[in-house]
Nanobody, 112 residues
Framework: QLQASGGGLVQAGGSLRLSCAAS????????MGWYRQAPGKKRELVAT???????TYIGSVKGRFTISRDNAKNTVFLQMASLNAEDTAVYYC????????WGQGTQVTVSS
């Protein structure tokens, strides 16, 4: 139901844009979130966006990441800038809180 894409290998200071395609009316009816899980760490919620478009971020990504949504295309985006090594993780999208099955995620690797 959720397919994240857009990850890759990027140098520190670089940018990436992640996309998450959802089926049906999932996006239009729910707050959505981008999560990440670094090796050896628990999955954490990094950004959320309500159905009305209000966004929140954890402190470590505030000012660098931007979450947005296109309900007509059933897609959520995460624009990431000024990436650093601590952003290296597998990134997932889900509802916020996450109640749908987790997809495969997309790997983001930031090289220093």
């Amino acid at each position: 139901q959720l397919q994240a894409s857009g990850g890759g290998l990027v140098q520190a200071g670089g940018s990436l844009r992640l996309s998450c395609a959802a089926s049906g009316a999932i996006l239009s009816r729910n707050a959505m979130g981008w999560y990440r899980q670094a090796p050896g760490k628990k999955r954490e919620l990094v950004a959320t966006i309500t159905s009305g478009g209000s966004a929140t971020y954890i402190g470590s990504v505030k000012g660098r990441f931007t979450i947005s949504r296109d309900n007509a295309k059933n897609t959520v985006f995460l624009q990431m800038a000024s990436l650093n090594a601590e952003d290296t993780a597998v990134y997932y999208c889900n509802t916020a809180p996450g109640f749908l099955p987790w997809g495969q995620g997309t790997q983001v690797t930031v090289s220093s």
